[in-house]
C-alpha cells in the first residue's frame, strides 16, 4: 500500500508571510499533483509534475519535485486571504495509474 | 466547456436506507473516478472506471457499487446506509485515464441519520 504523508497539517499565517507544503511517499511516483480545495466544494487542480527535479511556477506558488520523484513541495511567498485553503498533494504509482492516492491535506489560513 | 456535474448536491438519508449519486464528466473524458472525504479520512479512493469497465477498486465495501455508461456518465450507489457513510462524496474525470489532470465536481453532500 503506497501511503502519502504531508505536512504540515495546519498552517495560520499573516498576509506577506512565506510557507511551504511538503508531500512525501516511500515509494516512487509516476505523477504527481497539487489541488486547492475550498469548503464544500471540489478540490481544483493547480499543477502535475512528472519529472524528477522538476520545478513549476503558478504566480507566487512555486511546486517542486524530488530529484528520486518521491518528494514534493509546495511554497507560496508573500500569502494572501485568498491562499487560504486545503491543500491536498495526490500521487500515482506506475502500475496503479488509474488510482490517485490523496495525502490527509495542509489547511492553510492566511490572515490580514 | 462545463466542468464535471454532479447530482444532487445535498442529501439527507435514514439508517438502512440506499442512495444513488450521478456524476456527469467533462464532455470527451472517458474515465471517471469516485472519492469519499470524511474530515478523519481524508480523500479516499472508492472506484474507478473507463470505458464502462471498473479498471480499479478502492478497500470499501461491497455495499457500495458503480457503473458508468456509454456516454461516460457514472453512477455510484450504496446500500444499507450507515452513520459513518456520512461523507463528501466526490466525482472526477479524466480524458483518457491516465490521471495526470483529475477534474473534480463540486460532490455530493451525504448525510445518515
Known amino acids: 500500500t503506497q501511503l502519502l504523508e504531508q505536512s504540515p497539517q495546519f498552517l495560520s499565517i499573516q498576509e506577506g508571510e512565506n510557507l511551504t507544503v511538503y508531500c512525501n511517499s516511500s515509494?516512487?511516483?509516476?505523477?504527481l499533483q497539487w489541488y486547492r480545495q475550498e469548503p464544500g466544494e471540489g478540490p481544483v487542480l493547480l499543477v502535475t509534475?512528472?519529472?524528477?527535479?522538476e520545478v513549476k511556477k503558478l504566480k507566487r506558488l512555486t511546486f517542486q519535485f524530488g530529484d528520486a520523484r518521491k518528494d514534493s513541495s509546495l511554497h507560496i511567498t508573500a500569502a494572501q486571504p485568498g491562499d487560504t485553503g486545503l491543500y491536498l498533494c495526490?500521487?500515482?504509482?506506475?502500475?496503479?495509474?488509474?488510482?490517485?492516492?490523496f495525502g490527509t491535506g495542509t489547511r492553510l489560513q492566511v490572515t490580514l | 466547456k462545463a466542468g464535471v456535474t454532479q447530482t444532487p448536491r445535498y442529501l439527507i438519508k435514514t439508517r438502512g436506507q440506499q442512495v444513488t449519486l450521478s456524476c456527469s464528466p467533462i464532455?470527451?473524458?472517458?474515465?471517471v473516478s469516485w472519492y469519499q472525504q470524511t474530515p478523519g479520512q481524508g480523500l479516499q479512493f472508492l472506484f474507478e472506471?473507463?470505458?464502462?469497465?471498473?479498471?480499479n477498486k478502492g478497500n470499501f465495501p461491497g455495499r457500495f457499487s458503480g457503473r458508468q455508461f456509454s456516454n461516460s456518465r457514472s453512477e455510484m450507489n450504496v446500500s444499507t446506509l450507515e452513520l459513518g457513510d456520512s461523507a463528501l462524496y466526490l466525482c472526477?474525470?479524466?480524458?483518457?485515464?491516465?490521471?495526470?489532470?483529475?477534474?473534480f465536481g463540486q460532490g455530493t453532500r451525504l448525510t445518515v441519520v
Open positions: 472526477a474525470s479524466s480524458l483518457a485515464g491516465s490521471w495526470t489532470e483529475a477534474f
Open positions: 515509494s516512487v511516483f509516476s505523477s
Open positions: 509534475v512528472v519529472t524528477g527535479g
Open positions: 495526490a500521487g500515482a504509482w506506475s502500475g496503479t495509474a488509474s488510482k490517485l492516492t
Open positions: 464532455s470527451g473524458h472517458r474515465s
Open positions: 472506471y473507463f470505458s464502462e469497465t471498473q479498471r
